[in-house]
């Protein structure tokens, strides 16, 4: 247990670290893909559907938004 929190808690901050060269656009094309990819898995839970057919969906829409999002904060 200690191990897998260790990796978790790297696996955080190694994602910090590596966000912050990137430009506004970058950023929310990751972030937003993230949240997509979870949204549309839970989403596909609760309807009954595949889990992983949600979070690429949920990842592709959520990167598109998130794209046009940093692209207005130029």
């Keep these: 247990m200690k191990s897998l929190r260790f990796y978790t ?3 955080a ?3 910090v670290i590596g966000c912050t060269s990137m430009s506004a656009e970058q950023q929310g094309t990751v972030s937003g ?3 997509g ?3 549309g ?3 596909a839970a609760i309807a009954g559907g595949s889990g992983w057919t949600g979070a690429a969906v949920g990842a592709v829409a959520g990167g598109v938004v998130g794209n046009i999002r940093g692209r207005q904060q130029k």
Excluded: K, R, T
């Design 41 to 43: 898995a839970g989403i």
């Design 13 to 15: 901050a190694a994602s």
């Design 9 to 11: 808690v790297a696996l």
């Design 33 to 35: 893909a993230a949240i």
């Design 37 to 39: 990819a979870a949204a």
